[in-house]
């Protein structure tokens, strides 16, 4: 299997847009393909994310769609959606042909465009990435799974509500460094505690935003980015499933797909939770951040919490846990969210991420969770 790397990459800023999902894409992608000095005929394959598109714009085979907006319609293109974690598993599946020999230079990413509804329809749309016959008739949408999550690992271990607010303002910290970042501001601890509870134990600030926006890597083989400036290589990357069914879960404390595939992406890389240097993981509610933590081997299960309140997962930090903002400031364009994720440690792992730099940040890892916790993905990046 040949090596593969990172060689370029682009985001936009994320927030609301009047622009439509692919040219959201299609902003990102140039961006992406400016930084890797390469032109748009170079791509062999392109890899995209995409959602929630047929419910809010009306539009499904998002993938060519994509590839003509960017000006490239006679490319293979192949859509994924595996709810949050869609260009996440466009990225490992890119990885895989180019490790194959197939292609030399694919072009991945993802985008959403979901601000141009309304609020409810949006919590609808997400909803149908939960059972329709057995939970979607009960009215379960995302706050009301992850609020069963949190009490779960309350009860279990005793973590509190204001170790799940240090969360939510450690990423509001770090995503007002981020020009990107959707929400540019910080909060303290008294106005989560004090937000509206959506639900219970998850309040208004313990909560990501809906968000528009795009994002896009340029991947290469080896023999392709040793020309390049920066390759950052790509050192393992896993999928795990697990059960779709909240009632077919052992314990909602733990999400044994993360465990899985951090476990396998691991063992691919030769490395451990001590050589991690820096993470973007999956932050869709401030428990989903704790719970990550500890099913990735940072912390001991039950220890999240307290590691987020004492400052740990903060920038200068033991371990520095979403530096662009997370989900939860930088936003959560759910197609674009894995790509974005990628980019950002990307930008890391090179010294290139400014005000939010991580120290002597040499490697580098990415967590999305899909839906309920029942798809994963993990991936380890690194330098030479």
């Not at 490992?92 to 694919?106: F, L, Y």
Request: with cysteine; aromatic share 6%.
């Amino acid at each position: 299997m040949r090596r593969v790397a990172v060689i370029g990459v682009g985001v936009t800023k994320f927030g609301l847009h009047d622009r439509t999902s692919a040219e959201l894409f299609a902003e990102a992608a140039q961006d992406a393909l400016t930084d890797a000095a390469i032109p748009a005929t170079a791509i062999q394959a392109l890899y995209y994310g995409n959602v929630v598109g047929g419910e809010t714009e009306h539009q499904l085979h998002t993938g060519p769609q994509a590839a003509s907006v960017l000006g490239i319609p006679s490319v293979p293109t192949t859509r994924f959606e595996t709810a949050c974690a869609s260009s996440h598993a466009a990225f490992r599946h890119a990885v895989m042909e180019i490790a194959a020999g197939v292609s030399d230079v694919v072009l991945v990413g993802g985008a959403e465009r979901v601000l141009n509804v309304s609020t409810a329809e949006s919590t609808e749309y997400f909803a149908y990435a939960s059972d329709a016959v057995w939970e979607q008739p009960l009215g379960l949408t995302f706050p009301g799974v992850f609020a069963l999550i949190a009490r779960a690992h309350m009860e279990k271990y005793g973590t509190t509500e204001a170790q799940m607010a240090a969360v939510a303002v450690k990423n509001h910290r770090h995503g007002a460094l981020n020009p990107k970042a959707q929400f540019q501001k910080q909060i303290t601890i008294d106005q989560v505690l004090r937000s509206a509870y959506v639900a219970d134990p998850l309040k208004l600030f313990d909560c990501c935003p809906f968000s528009d926006g795009g994002a896009a890597l340029v991947l290469a083989s080896e023999e392709v980015a040793r020309r390049h400036r920066k390759p950052v290589w790509v050192l393992g990357s896993a999928a795990a499933s697990d059960w779709m069914l909240l009632g077919d879960k052992r314990d909602l404390s733990r999400v044994p797909a993360t465990e899985r595939a951090a476990a396998a992406a691991y063992r691919q890389s030769g490395l451990g939770p001590r050589d991690v240097d820096v993470v973007e993981l999956h932050d869709c509610f401030t428990i989903a951040e704790i719970v990550a933590t500890e099913g990735l081997g940072l912390f001991e299960p039950g220890a999240g919490g307290r590691a987020a309140e004492a400052g740990r997962t903060s920038l200068g930090g033991e371990i520095p846990v979403n530096p662009s903002g997370g989900l939860k400031a930088k936003g959560h364009p759910i197609g674009a969210t894995g790509a974005a994720q990628i980019a950002e440690i990307v930008t890391q792992i090179r010294g290139e991420a400014g005000p939010r730099q991580v120290d002597g940040a040499k490697t580098g890892l990415t967590h999305t969770l899909g839906g309920n916790t029942a798809t994963v993905l993990v991936s380890l990046f690194g330098r030479d």
